[in-house]
């Protein structure tokens, strides 16, 4: 199946700093891509929708001007942390749907500490 | 997107069949329904989807009731390495947003040397 990567795969940073986060697909273009918040024993949460070309959709309650999406081609969407505090820390997914959109590709995350 | 219910967790011995309920009564005439899994600390992964005809790949099989108010997803041999959160998210077919998935909090399933 396609492959979803993320970069990096952890990341400590100090409290105040910006952090970004890359996804990327590696064999499939995807004009769309989802970023999603999970935090320890929680499910998914769904943070925003990425889309190539245009403004980022959030979802009620994120913030848009503290989580910076850029999805600049085809295969790259990235997500800027901005002001990261510890409450921020939490495990940082992507995911992009197949051509046919019967499935999504899902990469194996960004575990972010902000200390 | 239909809201989904299944049970917090089950256990399953290695090597038997391990059946995962999951209810979905609201579902509409054109949402599919989805198995995903998440193995600890990884993204999840697709297994596999239907509408209302029973499914298999080489993952699990799906069987879904007549009325598409609950489907059951089945490892057929589960094995030590098939302990995950199994999620099942029902969701329309449509452009856009709507490729978006829900998840809700999934059944953690065990299996058990």
């Known amino acids: 199946g396609a492959v979803v990567s993320q970069h990096p795969s952890w990341v400590i940073c100090k409290s105040g700093t910006s952090v970004k986060i890359e996804c990327r697909s590696l064999?499939?273009?995807?004009?769309?891509m989802f970023w999603y918040r999970q935090f320890p024993k929680q499910s998914l949460m769904l943070m925003a929708t990425?889309?190539?070309?245009?403004?980022?959709?959030?979802e009620q309650g994120v913030e848009k001007d503290k989580f910076l999406i850029n999805h600049a081609s085809l295969t790259l969407s990235t997500l800027t942390v901005t002001s990261a505090h510890p409450e921020d820390s939490s495990f940082y997914i992507c995911?992009?749907?197949?051509?046919?959109?019967?499935?999504?590709?899902f990469g194996p995350g960004t575990r972010l500490t902000v200390l | 997107d239909a809201k989904t219910t299944q049970p917090t967790s089950m256990d399953c011995a290695e090597g038997r069949a391990a059946n995962l309920p999951c209810n979905h009564s609201?579902?509409?005439?054109?949402?599919?329904v989805y198995w995903y899994r998440q193995i600890h600390s990884q993204g999840p992964q697709y297994i596999i989807h239907?509408?209302?005809n029973n499914e298999t790949n080489e993952m699990a099989s799906l069987i879904i009731t007549e009325d598409r108010k609950s489907s059951t997803l089945i490892l057929p041999h589960a094995t030590l390495r098939d302990t995950a959160v199994y999620y099942c998210?029902?969701?329309?077919?449509?452009?856009?947003?709507?490729?978006?998935?829900?998840f809700g909090k999934g059944t953690l399933l065990t299996v058990n040397p």
């Open positions: 995911s992009a749907p197949s051509r046919g959109n019967n499935e999504q590709f």
């Open positions: 064999d499939f273009q995807a004009t769309t």
């Open positions: 990425s889309n190539e070309g245009s403004k980022a959709t959030y």
């Open positions: 609201t579902i509409s005439g054109n949402e599919y």
């Open positions: 239907g509408l209302k």
């Open positions: 998210i029902v969701r329309g077919h449509l452009r856009g947003s709507n490729y978006k998935l829900t």
